[in-house]
């Protein structure tokens, strides 16, 4: 059940992530966008799990997969951008 629930919130966190940073060189579509949440939902639950935030199997909460893909999505900003300037 909890691929399933980091799914779900993944796909949330993409949902909010991209409407906090819209964009021209953002993934867009349904399926980039859950990518991207659920991507960062795990990005958030091994760094949580690394800093000590979250015990060992547990996955950050919404604001965590939020955050995370937030970081995955400027990210990809940058490196969207680097090949646009090349």
């Known amino acids: 059940m909890g691929i399933i629930w980091t799914i779900i919130i993944g796909f949330l966190a993409g949902v909010i992530a991209k409407f906090i940073m ?3 060189n953002e993934p867009s579509g349904f399926i980039l966008t859950t990518i991207l949440g659920i991507v960062g939902a795990f ?3 091994y760094l949580g799990q690394a800093l000590g935030w979250y015990r060992p199997g547990e996955g950050a909460g919404l604001i965590g997969a939020v955050v995370g893909a937030i970081v995955v999505l400027l990210i990809y900003s940058m490196v969207a951008g680097r090949r646009r300037a090349i």
């Open 22 to 24: 819209p964009g021209d």
């Open 43 to 45: 990005v958030a639950s």
